[in-house]
């Protein structure tokens, strides 16, 4: 059965992917601050640091925007997996009535026609012992 809202294990691998990125965004704002190192003496090598900084923390903002929309797929994940479980266990109860209700029906029909027969067998056996043939 398919069930509504996705694969939360194809939701999961998409938080893995983003989380992936959040990574690669860090390792690069490391290569940003690395930058900023440098041997040089200056008004300008000044300002070269300080934007620098400004995108090394520019960087990570996004790595941490990147964390927060995979927390929230992980979230989205559970929460899915939560109500499909709960749509599911709903979807099973439903079939259960069902059979049970067929069953019962049957077992009624079944029982009618037993006893119609039953009552048919007397009627001819009646007839029989009546009848002068």
């Known amino acids: 059965m ?25 390792a690069e704002a490391l290569l940003v601050r690395d930058g900023a190192g440098i041997a040089w003496v200056s ?4 300002t070269y640091r300080d934007r620098l900084a400004d ?27 939560s109500r499909q479980g709960a749509l599911l266990e709903a979807w099973n109860a439903a079939k259960d009535a069902w059979d049970d209700t067929v069953d019962a029906l049957t077992d009624g029909v079944e029982d009618g026609a037993r006893r119609t027969w039953d009552y048919a067998e007397d009627l001819v056996g009646f007839a029989r012992d009546r009848m002068p043939w």
Do not use: K
């Open 43 to 46: 008004a300008a090598a000044d």
């Open 2 to 26: 398919v069930l509504p809202g996705g694969d939360p294990h194809d939701i999961r691998a998409l938080a893995r992917r983003v989380r992936d990125e959040a990574a690669t965004v860090r």
């Open 55 to 81: 995108h090394a923390a520019a960087f990570e903002t996004v790595a941490r925007r990147f964390d927060d929309a995979a927390d929230d797929l992980d979230t989205l994940a559970q929460t899915l997996e």
